[in-house]
């Protein structure tokens, strides 16, 4: 099977407290609500402490073309996704040559040559490695990403996959769209780039002692396309999303989860840590409600949702590294929603043995 090497993160120069973004949104949309003082407690109940942000606040507060900022996004995502790259690479221990596969996962930036292209480019990695660029899935892109390019170390057992995953939300943000979502998103979403390495079970790097890659399954909800996504528009990417997402979770999480298990012999009790994607308090909520597993098995979703924020698919690589650095053992089960509607899942086995 499959092993996990190394995990990076991000920790941008320019992270920045709730309450500061709180007193951003205030000014920024009082215009347009007259009655902001009642809506600004959203912050306050997201659970939400720090988030992290590729840009200074000003900068959000000045008017950007769409062409403005999707420069920024290449320029931002391409040199830190290098910083990820590099610090995951040398983690494992292995130099950037003997990369056989680059996965690249985005949804909150357009880039053509695409950012694979552009960062074995800038890091001089193998210019044979095989590409794949991953774009549109939202927040379950991270989990997708990290089946895919499991897949493609199954497939090669003497494979080196370097998976990076680059979301800029804040880029996003439309100084004049003063819709409730955009102001709702403004309390939630923020900036993330994380990086894995994925070994084939050959590999010379692999160690006995690893996290392995069990299996993954995708699932997509018929007739639930608005609910979550993008409208593009001449000024940018317009964040669309339903409130009815975490009623959608609660419905079917839990038989999509005991479904997948059992094609591995495995029930919930079987599970001994929670990987998933913190898209918020009531999306959180709803995993509870479903799951109804034991003990506070969502507290490490919490606490990276409380210091960094929504970072969209990058969010669950976050999660992830702190179980992989924490010496975690026990199967565990990576899980994100995304636009579709749909899920993704990912089963690991922690137990280093």
Avoid at 14 to 25: G, N
Avoid at 65 to 83: C, H, K, M, P, W
Wanted: hydrophobic share 45%; net charge neutral; glycine share 8%.
């Amino acid at each position: 099977m499959p092993s996990l090497a190394a995990v990076s993160t991000i920790d941008f120069p320019h992270k920045i407290s709730q309450q500061a973004v709180r007193e951003f949104s205030r000014e920024v949309f009082a215009p347009s609500f007259p009655e902001i003082g009642r809506l600004l407690p959203v912050f306050d109940n997201t659970q939400i402490v720090s988030r992290n942000l590729c840009m200074p606040l000003e900068y959000y507060l000045q008017t950007h073309t769409f062409g403005e900022q999707n420069r920024d996004f290449i320029r931002l995502a391409l040199d830190y996704s290098v910083e990820a790259a590099e610090a995951c690479l040398a983690s494992a221990g292995i130099a950037p040559h003997a990369v056989t596969d680059v996965v690249v996962v985005t949804t909150t930036g357009l880039a053509t040559p695409s950012l694979d292209a552009l960062l074995i480019n800038r890091m001089r990695l193998n210019p044979r490695a095989n590409r794949m660029s991953v774009f549109g899935l939202g927040c379950a892109g991270g989990v997708s990403g990290f089946a895919k390019a499991s897949a493609l170390a199954k497939a090669d057992p003497k494979a080196a996959v370097l998976l990076v995953v680059a979301e800029l939300c804040s880029l996003t943000f439309l100084r004049n769209d003063f819709r409730k979502s955009n102001f709702i998103g403004s309390s939630l979403f923020a900036d993330g780039i994380a990086a894995c390495l994925i070994l084939g079970d050959e590999h010379e790097a692999a160690r006995r002692k690893s996290v392995r890659f069990v299996g993954s399954r995708s699932r997509l909800y018929y007739d639930t396309l608005d609910i979550m996504g993008w409208d593009f528009t001449d000024q940018g990417f317009k964040v669309l999303f339903s409130p009815g997402i975490p009623a959608l979770i609660a419905a079917h999480v839990r038989e999509d989860t005991t479904r997948f298990l059992a094609e591995y012999s495995l029930s919930l009790s079987d599970i001994g840590y929670y990987i998933f994607h913190p898209g918020g308090r009531k999306v959180l909520e709803a995993y509870q409600e479903a799951l109804r597993a034991e003990g506070d098995f969502l507290r490490t979703t919490r606490e990276v949702m409380r210091d960094y924020g929504n970072m969209s698919s990058a969010s669950v690589l976050y999660v992830l590294k702190r179980f992989f650095d924490g010496g975690a053992t026990g199967f565990g089960l990576i899980m994100a929603m995304g636009p579709g509607f749909s899920s993704e899942m990912v089963l690991l086995d922690m137990n280093r043995k």
